[in-house]
């Protein structure tokens, strides 16, 4: 990393500041010495020794000299430049080196004419009476300039001068990851000036808080607010009523707060929206259920402390929901975070890790009851959700029958069907797999989600028993709450929106979930985007109620290394085996000291949590988010 360069501070000095001598520079080494201390300008009547221009005969006396005081200096530079014009009195004259340039009068100072100035040319005149026509031959501009270059040698310059002096040469240590922001806060500054900036949302407090949390919950909420309104009314009840809920239905506020930062450290495929609430047990490839994150709606490229802080956060929120002290809540999230880092140094000392499953025999205790609910046949599953003898779904105040629609939905299924992803599965599906059976509309689903259009789609699936069908779920997808606010990194390759949301979040799912579900893929409906996934009996969703504080401990631990392997393994898919983000996730600082800030931090978002939640339940319940009539 190159070292910042010093030109703007020698430039102000050598063009706009007379009153600051130069750099101290020896005659006889040529080596230029940046002073300890801001240097004084010396009055007349202090000896030569101590002004600047002594550098002409003897390193000695520049070593030796004593700056006058300021004031002094101040007073005389400004007596000097009245009396006496620039051009008539250089002081040339006078030698630093001698003892009887120390004791001339004053008198034979002001005899000194111009060809004594022209016959010693290293000579200069006093700082306070340079004009333009004398900066040009004032050694100040070289000594600064010189100063300047020492100060921008890079490491390995500075690493072969000392070994050129003999002395021992030190081993380059790796410096933990930081951001250098000279040049950014020069422009910071430059934009406070002009009144450009304006304060980042995180500090906001008050009636400014509360309005920015307003109008971030509206508009990531302003579609859906006008066509599905009562689905959005539903929602916002649902998140006033605790702190925890509201975290998991306001990732754009959360990261809004977070916009930009964190570019310094490594980018990775993030999930977007990790909590507790956002792991669960999913079908795999090879029929057998598996533990993993399984939502990846706001997949996006970031830095990996995004997805590591948003996880912590969820985690102690969750403890608190669960009737946790502060402290207890925090020991949870440090869980969370301690295991991730972890799971990543297992996985930079065995590649094989990334690629581990969660399922079987390999189930921790914390969540076998969920797998044992994946477990569960697929014809009870089925007849909960379907009319056997009429092959269609049994209506109830969430799942609406819209056989009308099944037209331009078997269009649908027909495109996503030639675009699921290859894998054993899809080779032993029989022809008429995909063939429709019924379609309704299913409501009430999710939480950050939330009125989002879903459909359900009967197909023929195995077999023609009823117990073999398959019921597709279609949920409309929209960009994530990423895009635009992860700080823009030119070299990162991995998931992208482009003009397909749900292709980015199949992409992703791809890249997180060691052979996931074989049904995983995407479509369109009329240009709107739908993802496309079984609504599978083994698809078993997390309750962090479920959980006391203890095991929520072990849950955490959990969670955080199965990050750990994804974050890893989707940076593999994306980038080739080859991938060293582990590396350069370790490579980011100390762990101790990584750990303390992130802790830091996630307390701190906490408090802002729960602080933005009391606002936004206190606007809810006076009607701020309540739709406006037209009269």
């Known amino acids: 990393m190159s070292q910042p360069q010093a030109t703007s501070r020698t430039n102000d000095n050598t063009s706009g500041n007379s009153e600051k001598p130069n750099s101290t520079t020896s005659a006889t080494t040529g080596a230029t010495k940046a002073p300890a201390k801001k240097a004084k300008k010396p009055s007349r009547r202090q000896k030569s020794a101590a002004s600047p221009k002594s550098t002409s005969r003897t390193a000695t006396a520049t070593a030796t000299a004593t700056p006058a005081s300021k004031k002094t200096t101040e007073k005389t530079a400004e007596k000097t430049a009245q009396k006496k014009p620039a051009t008539k009195t250089s002081g ?12 001339k009068s004053e008198s034979s100072k002001k005899t000194t004419t111009k060809n004594s100035t022209a016959n010693k040319p290293t000579a200069k005149k006093p700082i306070a009476k340079k004009t333009a026509a004398s900066k040009k031959a004032a050694p100040k501009k070289k000594a600064e300039s010189a100063q300047a270059k020492t100060e921008s040698k890079s490491v390995a310059e500075l690493l ?3 070994a050129s002096l003999g002395l021992p040469t030190p081993t380059p240590a790796t410096v933990p990851a930081h ?62 009523r605790s702190p925890f809920p509201f975290f998991r239905g306001t990732a754009m506020l959360y990261y809004r707060d977070l916009a930009g930062s964190d570019a310094h450290l490594p980018f990775v495929p993030t999930v977007g929206d990790v909590h507790p609430e956002n792991y669960g047990v999913l079908p795999g490839a090879d029929g057998e259920p598996l533990f993993s994150l399984n939502d990846m709606d706001e997949a ?29 809540a925090m020991k949870v999230a ?34 076998r009851s969920y797998m044992k609910k994946a477990g569960r046949s697929r014809e009870s599953f089925l007849r909960k959700r379907i009319d056997f003898d009429e092959l269609n779904f049994r209506e109830t105040n969430r799942v609406r029958r819209r056989p009308g629609l099944t037209p331009l939905i078997d269009d649908a299924v027909r495109r996503y069907s030639r675009r699921v992803q290859p894998s054993s599965a899809k080779d032993e599906l029989p022809k008429n797999f995909f063939r429709i059976h019924d379609v309704a509309i299913r409501t009430g689903s999710g939480t950050a989600s939330r009125g989002l259009s879903r459909f359900w789609v009967l197909v023929e699936g195995w077999g023609k028993s009823a117990e073999d069908k398959v019921i597709l779920e279609l949920k409309m997808s929209r960009h994530s709450v990423l895009d635009g606010l992860a700080p823009v990194q030119s070299t990162a390759s991995g998931i992208e929106d482009e003009f397909d949301p749900a292709k980015r979040i199949a992409d992703a799912f791809d890249a997180f979930i060691v ?6 893929g ?3 409906i009329e240009g709107v985007s739908f993802l496309v996934r079984e609504r599978s009996p083994q698809k078993v969703n997390v309750d962090a109620g479920d959980f006391d504080t203890s095991e929520l401990k072990k849950y955490a631990k959990l969670c955080g290394r199965m990050l750990a392997r994804q974050h890893v393994r989707a940076d593999r898919f994306l980038n080739g085996k080859d991938s060293d983000v582990g590396a350069r996730i370790l490579g980011a600082g100390h762990t101790n000291i990584f750990l303390f800030d992130t802790l830091e931090l996630v ?5 802002t949590v729960l602080r933005d939640h009391a606002m936004f339940a206190a606007d809810h319940a006076a009607g701020a988010f309540t739709e406006v009539s037209e009269e």
């Open 515 to 520: 052979d996931g579900d074989p049904l995983y």
């Open 300 to 328: 996006w490229m970031a830095p990996f402390t995004w997805d590591l802080g948003r996880g912590a956060v969820g985690f102690a929120l969750a403890a608190i929901e669960g009737g946790a002290s502060r402290k207890k």
């Open 160 to 162: 072969e001068s000392v």
């Open 603 to 607: 307390s701190e978002q906490v408090d």
């Open 92 to 103: 040339a004259s006078k030698s630093a080196g001698t003892s009887a340039s120390v004791k």
């Open 522 to 524: 995407y479509t369109d």
């Open 179 to 240: 951001r250098r922001r000279r040049g950014e806060f020069e422009t910071y500054s430059r934009e406070v000036a002009r009144g450009d900036v304006e304060v980042p949302p995180e500090m906001l407090t008050g009636r400014h808080r509360r309005l920015h949390v307003r109008d971030t919950v509206i508009e990531d909420h302003l579609l859906r607010m006008q066509l599905v309104p009562s689905a959005v009314s539903s929602k916002f009840e649902g998140i006033a």
């Open 334 to 367: 440090k869980k969370f975070v301690a295991s991730y880092l972890e799971g990543v140094e297992k996985c930079v000392a065995d590649p094989e890790e990334a690629t581990r499953r969660v399922s079987g025999d390999d189930t921790p205790k914390v969540i």
